[in-house]
């Protein structure tokens, strides 16, 4: 029994060597059309993580990785509510889409034993796994919780193959003043909130 096994392992590697090119060619065949769909699925992924509050691209840009739950900063408790929105109106075909906007009513209140001012937002609207971008104007939150920001790229789309985007992510940069022993200080916190499985409010036709 044993002179058998060895011998049928014996004749497999055989045929291996004699047919390394063929077998060699096969697995390149198989396998790289595999590494090239992984890396453009991980590529397209990682590429739009990341986020730039600057309206205009440039190569002093900087990107923000890294960002809090509206609940995780330090001073005080942000509420966001997806209040309303509007798609936009158009085809590809002649100019374009316009007049699409996502309306939020974002609010905030100090923690006990904080003294909190002058807190402003700068908004973008960005999608996963397609760069589909939108930054809105400042709003300073002390004078009102209405952010409104443009956005005039037709959802859903589908980027990749079993890939779909439905909606973009709202991302915040959060500027604040904290009084705290008699000084006043500044202070920048950066703030993701996702629209997935969220309904608005109200949709405008």
């Given at each position: 029994m044993k002179n058998k096994k060895i011998e049928k392992k014996v004749t497999f590697w055989t045929w291996l060597h004699r047919n390394r090119i063929k077998v060699a060619v096969l697995a390149f065949l198989i396998i790289l059309p595999i590494a090239l769909v992984f890396t453009a699925y991980i590529g397209s992924y990682t590429a739009n993580r990341k986020v730039t509050f600057d309206e205009t691209i440039t190569a002093e840009s900087e990107y923000i990785k890294d960002f809090l739950n509206p609940d995780e900063i330090d001073a005080f408790d942000m509420t966001i509510v997806w209040n309303e929105l509007k798609h936009p109106v158009g085809t590809l075909d002649e100019e374009g889409f316009e007049n699409g906007y996502y309306e939020f009513l974002i609010t905030y209140e100090a923690?006990?034993?904080?003294?909190?001012?002058?807190?402003?937002?700068?908004?973008?609207?960005?999608?996963?796994?397609?760069?589909?971008?939108?930054?809105?104007?400042?709003?300073?939150?002390?004078?009102?919780?209405?952010?409104?920001?443009?956005?005039?790229?037709?959802?859903?789309?589908?980027?990749?193959?079993?890939?779909?985007?439905?909606e973009p992510h709202l991302y915040l940069m959060v500027q604040y003043t904290l009084t705290t022993g008699g000084q006043d200080v500044s202070f920048i916190k950066y703030v993701q909130f996702s629209l997935k499985d969220i309904n608005p409010l109200n949709v405008v036709n």
């Amino acid at each position: 029994m044993k002179n058998k096994k060895i011998e049928k392992k014996v004749t497999f590697w055989t045929w291996l060597h004699r047919n390394r090119i063929k077998v060699a060619v096969l697995a390149f065949l198989i396998i790289l059309p595999i590494a090239l769909v992984f890396t453009a699925y991980i590529g397209s992924y990682t590429a739009n993580r990341k986020v730039t509050f600057d309206e205009t691209i440039t190569a002093e840009s900087e990107y923000i990785k890294d960002f809090l739950n509206p609940d995780e900063i330090d001073a005080f408790d942000m509420t966001i509510v997806w209040n309303e929105l509007k798609h936009p109106v158009g085809t590809l075909d002649e100019e374009g889409f316009e007049n699409g906007y996502y309306e939020f009513l974002i609010t905030y209140e100090a923690h006990e034993n904080f003294t909190v001012k002058n807190v402003t937002i700068v908004p973008v609207l960005q999608t996963d796994w397609k760069n589909l971008r939108s930054v809105g104007v400042p709003v300073s939150l002390t004078n009102t919780p209405i952010v409104t920001v443009l956005f005039n790229d037709e959802l859903p789309i589908k980027p990749l193959l079993f890939v779909t985007v439905s909606e973009p992510h709202l991302y915040l940069m959060v500027q604040y003043t904290l009084t705290t022993g008699g000084q006043d200080v500044s202070f920048i916190k950066y703030v993701q909130f996702s629209l997935k499985d969220i309904n608005p409010l109200n949709v405008v036709n």
